[in-house]
């Protein structure tokens, strides 16, 4: 039985208005296992929140499962059979194992761009939160029921391009890497030298523009260079996507859709929507107080905007979705607005744009400075993940000096990889990060190994057990109680994050749901417990289990059976 989507229809049956809007899980089990805050209901009723509760107390036909419903001040409480409870709860999530959670019906496809990492630059720190936060959303949809298509656009034209050859002709004096892990570092540096050469020498800046057009030209060694530059770039990069277990439906350059996009640009003002001022061309989006949208640059060349609506073409047309969700930083928020407008006014004239939303987060930042660049103005995915991953080796192998060197390896890669992914999802995307990658490994507090440790706590003490079968659901101790009240919180929850587009909602929910069970660990006998209640207990750390492995799944952090 789904207790919560009973309570909601008996609230409707009484009288109240998308109740689905209004009901909660109280912080404390004993305030009831679901509440329903009534002040939203005051101008609707024109009663006091107090007198509205004590009123719906009287008119609420309680679904059978529920025992009782209590007016508290302005709440009205309702409480569940405990036994009843317990034993629906545990057995569904027994039975649905991975699947529980998950929304069955599939929905309309959409695309989750995320990544960008424009090749022949650095894979930053920035680049991190973006990848793990669009991978997450991913998932979280898929779990909704949504067909989800995994799109990484990155721009291998433009001026940091330019910088980039400019340094590997005329400034760059080492040997290419033969080591794919160390071409990324190469490449980032390329592009570092070239950036402090054009500021230490502005005069380089035209040098720069006339590099940007000899190459769309096609002058031969431009493009050779750029070709081979490019092709090590994303070589490397898809070596990062591989550890970060994110495999891309598809990538798409600036460059396939640059002409294109100058072609739809050219066709607006055609159509009188965009009007040429001093050469360039421009929508006028002023009366949606979102200013002037530029489109096309005085010398034909291609913006962001150009190459933006001819991806947006391509995404209706060629991969045939109706919406696109783009994770992009909160300094592109304006911009966005003004893309997202223009796209939503020429599809009322031809509907051949994909409807684009906008899913903006903050930067990261690294507490203290502790880490230092070899590149000087970023840091790194490798130097973020080599440091984390010299500490999580260094811990495991302490730990477990009797495992092979792969073994310790594989665990302290995937313990780095926790620390990094619940370090960039385990905040509200709105707010900014400030990293600390020592605090992030730790295997107490709010971080991914301490849920990876919960997981792999629950599973020893599974290896441990008997064969047994639960008997009546007869859970006593209040540890045990509380457990059971938050597992049948999963589903709630994955549809708050969907709904919200918040990953760390999962993440908030994981470490409530870890802290619980390592409460209830500490407290209540499992193995050893009386006869008749081992079965129970071992369901339920059985049930905790799972849902950890299905709540990290969202997160993409792999559950480890040993740590």
């Not at 761009?113 to 090749?119: L, S, W």
């Not at 898929?142 to 001026?159: H, I």
């Not at 313990?415 to 107490?444: C, P, Q, R, Y």
């Not at 008997?471 to 994955?494: M, P």
Request: proline share 3%.
């Amino acid at each position: 039985m789904d207790f919560r989507k009973e309570l909601l229809k008996a609230l409707s049956k009484a009288g109240i208005k998308k109740p689905e809007e209004l009901l909660e899980q109280p912080p404390q089990r004993e305030m009831g296992d679901y509440a329903l805050p009534c002040f939203r209901l005051t101008k609707e009723f024109k009663k006091s929140p107090n007198e509205i509760a004590s009123d719906f107390k009287e008119k609420i036909k309680l679904p059978k499962a529920f025992t009782k419903a209590e007016a508290k001040g302005p709440y009205l409480n309702f409480f569940l059979d405990e036994k009843t409870f317990a034993k629906n709860t545990i057995e569904k999530i027994l039975k649905e194992k991975n699947a529980y959670g998950l929304e069955k019906k599939k929905g309309p496809k959409i695309i989750v761009e995320y990544c960008q990492a424009n090749p022949m630059k650095a894979f930053h720190i920035g680049h991190i939160r973006n990848i793990c936060l669009g991978e997450s959303i991913s998932r979280i949809f898929e779990a909704s029921g949504v067909n989800v298509s995994r799109v990484n656009y990155g721009g291998d034209v433009g001026p940091h391009v330019s910088k980039t050859l400019y340094a590997y002709q005329n400034l760059n004096k080492k040997k290419i890497p033969e080591k794919i892990e160390e071409k990324g570092a190469w490449l980032g540096n390329l592009y570092t030298q070239g950036a402090k050469a054009v500021k230490e020498n502005p005069e380089l800046e035209q040098k720069m523009r006339d590099m940007v057009v000899e190459l769309e030209a096609g002058n031969k060694k431009l493009v050779k260079d750029w070709e081979k530059l490019r092709k090590m770039s994303l070589g490397y990069f898809d070596t990062i996507y591989d550890s970060l277990n994110t495999k891309f439906d598809n990538i798409i350059l600036e460059s396939e859709v640059e002409k294109e996009g100058i072609k739809i640009a050219k066709q607006l003002q055609k159509e009188k929507f965009a009007y040429e001022d001093e050469g360039a061309l421009l929508v006028d989006l002023t009366k949606y107080n979102l200013e002037k949208f530029l489109v096309l640059k005085s010398d034909g060349a291609a913006l962001y905007s150009t190459k933006d609506m001819a991806l947006a073409k391509m995404k209706k047309q060629k991969l045939k979705a109706d919406k696109t969700y783009n994770v992009v930083g909160s300094e592109q928020k304006f911009y966005f607005q003004q893309l997202i407008k223009t796209i939503s006014l020429m599809n009322k004239k031809k509907n051949e744009f994909c409807e684009t939303k906008h899913v903006s987060y903050e930067l990261v930042r690294l507490e203290g400075g502790k880490m230092a660049s070899r590149e000087g103005n970023v840091i790194t995915y490798a130097e973020l993940f080599n440091t984390i991953f010299e500490k999580t080796y260094k811990e495991t192998k302490s730990r477990h000096k009797d495992w092979s060197e792969k073994k310790i390896s594989e665990n302290a890669k995937q313990i780095g990889l926790a620390a990094i992914k619940f370090g960039m999802l385990g905040h509200d995307k709105n707010k900014v990060i400030i990293f600390n990658w020592e605090k992030a490994t730790s295997l107490e507090g709010e971080t991914g190994p301490f849920i990876q440790y919960s997981y792999a706590r629950a599973k020893s003490i599974l290896k441990k057990a008997k064969k047994t079968k639960p008997g009546s659901f007869s859970l006593t101790h209040e540890k045990e109680k509380g457990l059971v009240s938050i597992l049948a919180n999963y589903e709630n929850k994955v549809k708050e994050a969907k709904d919200s587009i918040s990953p760390h909602k999962i993440a908030y929910y994981l470490i409530e749901l870890a802290s619980a069970f390592n409460s209830f660990y500490h407290e209540v006998r499992v193995l050893d417990a009386e006869e008749k209640l081992i079965g129970d207990r071992v369901a339920l750390v059985e049930s905790v289990s799972q849902v950890l492995q299905n709540g990290m799944d969202l997160l993409n952090i792999k559950a480890i059976d040993e740590m």
